[in-house]
Structures are given as structure tokens and as C-alpha cells.
């Protein structure tokens, strides 16, 4: 099984340090808008394997079929701090979603035989649940994503 077989683009993302300053400068920039706005507290998380308690914003823009995500970091640890500490702020990963979780599933059991490294995993309870794999050879993250449905945004920036 590929990891595309049954999922699709779902958004491409970009790390940064002030989620709002970057949805309006995308808004006003580029014409990207509007922004809905979530924090995100996952009910169970790891980074590279070690159990931590992290919580995260995360902006979305809707692009054709297709999204633009900004992430935020706000407590705990995270691949995202590591991110902006040893790069600054910038492209982050592609997101690959999934129409059920046994599909989701399949994906992570294709990257762990593939060998691929999990960088962060995070249930978020009856939500879904998202994880990051390295694609060393691309130099890449993917991100693999199942969701129920998204709460209502807490904001929006247009």
C-alpha cells in the first residue's frame, strides 16, 4: 500500500511564531482568506516516542480543493519548537487525509514498513488523530491526518 492510495492533498503547511500576524499578512499579501483559527490540545501525544503534553494554534485557509495551514506553537514540546529553532519560520510539511481511520491506519503500518521515522504523533480524542512521518530522502515531513469533523473556529482573520 502507498500512503496516496486512499487519501488526498488535504493542506500544505508552514511554521510560525505569531499564527494571527501571519494569517493577515497571507490574507493581505497574497489574497489568501479568510483564516479560521483553532487551539488544538491533544488528548495524547509523543515526540519522537516520548510521551509529552504540548497544545498548538493552527490557522487554515481554504485554496480550491485544497488548504494552507499555519501552526503556531504555544506550550509543551513539539516538533514545532524544534522546527523554528533550528530553521525559523517556513514550510513545514504536506498533509495527507484520510477517509476513515482503518484507512489512516494502513498509512502509518506502509511509512513504519517503509522504515520511515514517526517524528510526532497526536490522538485528539473522537476528533481523529494526526502524525508526522520524515521523508529523509526529500528532505521532507508528511503529516497523516483523520478527522471526524472540525469544531467551529474560535476566530477568523480575513
Same mark, same amino acid.
Given at each position: 500500500?502507498?500512503?496516496? /492510495?486512499? $487519501? *488526498? %492533498?488535504?493542506?500544505?503547511?508552514?511554521? &510560525?511564531?505569531? #499564527?494571527? !500576524?501571519?494569517?493577515? !499578512?497571507?490574507?493581505?499579501?497574497?489574497?489568501?482568506?479568510?483564516?479560521?483559527?483553532?487551539?488544538?490540545?491533544?488528548?495524547?501525544?509523543? +515526540?519522537?516516542? !516520548?510521551?509529552?503534553?504540548?497544545?498548538?494554534? &493552527?490557522?487554515?485557509?481554504? &485554496? $480550491?480543493?485544497?488548504?494552507?495551514?499555519?501552526?503556531?506553537?504555544?506550550?509543551? /514540546?513539539?516538533?514545532?519548537?524544534?522546527?523554528? !529553532?533550528?530553521?525559523?519560520?517556513?514550510?513545514?510539511? *504536506?498533509?495527507?487525509?484520510?477517509?476513515?481511520?482503518?484507512?489512516? #491506519?494502513?498509512? =502509518?503500518?506502509?511509512?513504519?514498513?517503509? $522504515?520511515? =521515522? %514517526?517524528?510526532?504523533?497526536?490522538?485528539? $480524542?473522537? #476528533?481523529?488523530?494526526?502524525?508526522?512521518?520524515?521523508?529523509?530522502?526529500?528532505?521532507?515531513? +508528511? /503529516? %497523516?491526518?483523520?478527522?471526524?469533523? %472540525?469544531?467551529?473556529?474560535?476566530? *477568523?482573520?480575513?
Amino acid at each position: 500500500m502507498s500512503i496516496g /492510495e486512499s $487519501g *488526498t %492533498l488535504h493542506h500544505i503547511a508552514f511554521v &510560525v511564531e505569531d #499564527l494571527e !500576524k501571519a494569517a493577515k !499578512k497571507w490574507a493581505d499579501s497574497l489574497g489568501i482568506k479568510p483564516w479560521n483559527l483553532w487551539t488544538i490540545k491533544p488528548a495524547e501525544a509523543t +515526540v519522537y516516542g !516520548k510521551p509529552v503534553s504540548m497544545s498548538f494554534r &493552527v490557522a487554515i485557509a481554504e &485554496v $480550491g480543493g485544497s488548504s494552507y495551514e499555519l501552526v503556531s506553537h504555544q506550550s509543551g /514540546e513539539s516538533v514545532y519548537t524544534e522546527f523554528l !529553532k533550528e530553521k525559523g519560520e517556513g514550510f513545514h510539511h *504536506t498533509c495527507i487525509a484520510y477517509p476513515s481511520h482503518e484507512e489512516m #491506519l494502513n498509512a =502509518k503500518k506502509a511509512m513504519a514498513d517503509q $522504515g520511515r =521515522k %514517526l517524528i510526532q504523533a497526536c490522538s485528539l $480524542g473522537e #476528533l481523529g488523530e494526526f502524525c508526522y512521518y520524515e521523508v529523509s530522502e526529500m528532505n521532507a515531513v +508528511v /503529516e %497523516l491526518l483523520y478527522l471526524t469533523e %472540525l469544531p467551529p473556529p474560535e476566530k *477568523t482573520v480575513a
